[in-house]
């Protein structure tokens, strides 16, 4: 399964409708069909959505995520991971313990994010499918980003690590994510470079 994890991991979508200019469903659409290779529902933060409106457009956006096999993971919301039959979860460290999650969801992808070698330390990395590894890059995106940890923080867990899915998150854009790569990350994952560019299947391609 970790080869396929890592597969998935390589150009990782994150987005929710407080991230889009333009509608949501479509620009998912068209991201999916220019070759993004997992998706991350996060409604979160100013302007979101909630409640119905949120699950159905969560819905819709699963839809999409089945039609072009794409794992559709949701961000930090436990009861969403059934209303929607997600293919997994995406937590912080501020969120549900791992152990916990596992428990629920013994047969689901399961995220965490790491920024530092406490919290990589503290956490119980055995248990999880992935790490998202940052912010690498200083980001905007997110009104609570941590510090930016920059490519050091990758280099740094791949030598911890040699076989643990890595993806690298914040402030990566189609001019750096080649470094990330390059520093050991299995995969990219991106918000605004493709929910606010102007072609995006030029944007998926050049990450």
Same mark, same amino acid.
């Given at each position: 399964?970790?080869?396929a994890?890592?597969?998935?991991?390589r150009?990782?979508?994150?987005m929710?409708?407080?991230?889009?200019?333009?509608?949501?469903?479509?620009?998912?659409?068209?991201?999916a069909?220019?070759g993004?290779?997992?998706f991350?529902?996060?409604?979160k933060?100013?302007g979101s959505?909630?409640?119905?409106?949120k699950?159905?457009?969560?819905?819709?956006?699963?839809?999409?995520c089945r039609?072009?096999?794409?794992?559709?993971i949701?961000?930090?919301?436990i009861?969403?991971v059934?209303?929607l039959?997600a293919?997994?979860?995406?937590?912080?460290?501020?969120?549900?313990s791992?152990?916990?999650?596992?428990?629920?969801?013994p047969?689901k992808?399961?995220?965490? *994010? %790491?920024? #530092?070698?406490?919290?990589?330390?503290n /956490?119980? !990395? =055995?248990? +999880?499918?992935?790490?998202?590894?940052?912010?690498?890059?200083a980001?905007?995106?997110k009104?609570?980003?941590?510090?930016?940890?920059?490519?050091?923080w990758?280099?740094?867990?791949?030598?911890?690590f040699?076989?643990?899915?890595?993806?690298?998150?914040?402030?990566?854009?189609?001019?750096?994510?080649? *470094? %990330?790569? #390059?520093?050991?990350?299995?995969?990219? /994952?991106? !918000? =605004?470079? +493709?929910?606010?560019?102007?072609?995006?299947?030029?944007a998926?391609?050049?990450?």
């Amino acid at each position: 399964m970790s080869l396929a994890i890592k597969q998935s991991l390589r150009k990782y979508f994150i987005m929710g409708s407080q991230n889009c200019d333009g509608d949501p469903v479509q620009i998912l659409e068209s991201a999916a069909s220019a070759g993004i290779t997992a998706f991350q529902f996060r409604e979160k933060g100013v302007g979101s959505l909630t409640g119905d409106e949120k699950l159905e457009l969560g819905k819709q956006l699963r839809s999409i995520c089945r039609h072009y096999k794409i794992p559709f993971i949701v961000n930090d919301d436990i009861e969403l991971v059934d209303a929607l039959d997600a293919d997994g979860l995406h937590v912080g460290q501020e969120d549900q313990s791992v152990e916990e999650l596992r428990k629920l969801f013994p047969n689901k992808i399961i995220g965490l *994010s %790491v920024s #530092n070698n406490f919290e990589v330390t503290n /956490s119980p !990395i =055995s248990w +999880v499918d992935y790490v998202g590894a940052g912010p690498v890059f200083a980001t905007k995106t997110k009104e609570d980003s941590k510090a930016v940890v920059g490519l050091e923080w990758i280099i740094s867990l791949r030598e911890q690590f040699p076989n643990l899915p890595i993806v690298a998150i914040g402030g990566i854009s189609t001019k750096n994510a080649a *470094s %990330v790569l #390059n520093a050991g990350a299995d995969g990219v /994952s991106f !918000i =605004s470079a +493709v929910a606010k560019a102007n072609d995006i299947k030029k944007a998926v391609n050049n990450l």
